[in-house]
C-alpha cells in the first residue's frame, strides 16, 4: 500500500474514534453537534473514481452508525455528501487543472475557496441528518437552530483540522 493510502486509513481511525467517544458527546447549548469524521470525504482526492467515493462515504456512516447507535442517519449524510462534492468544488474551484494536487486542502484550493467547500458540504450534512432524525418539522426554529449551529461548529473544526494535518504533512 501507498503511504497515502495508509496515512488516510489511520487517520479515518483517528477520526472514527475521536468522533464515537468525543465529539457524538458534546452538545454546545444543546444544539451544536460536531461532524468532524466527515473530513475524510471532503479531503478525498478528486481524482477517485465516484464508486469509490461513495462505497467510503457510505462506509463510513455506517461504521458511525454502527458505534453511536444511530440507525442509518450517518450513512445517509455521508453518501449523500459523497455524491455531490466534486460538483459542489467545481461550484466554487471551476478549473481542476489549477489544482496543484488531487486532494481538497486549505493550501491546494485557498483559505476563501476552501471555506466554501467546507461549508457548504457540512451544512448539506447538516441538514440532511437533522431532517432525518427529527421527520418532522414540528419544532421549525429548533431544527434551524440545529443545522446552522451544527454546521458553523463543523465547519470551523474541519478547518482547524485540515490546517493541523497540512502543517504536519509539510514537515514530513
Known amino acids: 500500500m501507498t503511504r497515502t493510502a495508509l496515512s488516510f486509513i489511520f487517520l479515518s481511525i483517528a477520526l472514527i474514534l475521536a468522533q464515537v467517544t468525543v465529539f457524538n458527546h458534546v452538545s454546545l447549548f444543546g444544539v451544536a453537534v460536531p461532524f468532524i469524521f466527515i473530513y475524510m470525504i471532503c479531503s478525498l482526492p478528486m481524482t477517485l473514481n ?20 444511530t440507525q442509518g442517519l450517518n450513512s445517509l449524510g455521508c453518501t449523500v455528501i459523497s455524491g455531490i462534492r466534486h460538483n459542489v468544488l467545481r461550484l466554487y474551484f471551476p478549473r481542476e487543472e489549477d489544482m496543484t494536487n488531487p486532494r481538497p486542502s486549505i ?17 448539506v450534512y447538516s441538514a440532511v441528518v437533522f431532517i432525518a432524525d427529527s421527520f418532522t418539522f414540528f419544532d421549525p426554529l429548533r431544527l434551524l437552530l440545529g443545522i446552522v449551529s451544527s454546521t458553523l461548529l463543523t465547519t470551523a473544526l474541519l478547518i482547524a483540522l485540515d490546517y493541523l494535518i497540512t502543517k504536519s504533512e509539510k514537515r514530513l
Request: overall charge negative; hydrophobic content about 50%; cysteine-free.
Open 50 to 69: 465516484q464508486n469509490w467515493v461513495l462505497t467510503i462515504g457510505f462506509l463510513l456512516g455506517l461504521t458511525i452508525d454502527i458505534f453511536s447507535d
Open 107 to 123: 493550501r491546494v484550493l485557498g483559505l476563501g475557496v476552501y471555506i466554501r467547500y467546507e461549508f457548504t458540504l457540512s451544512l
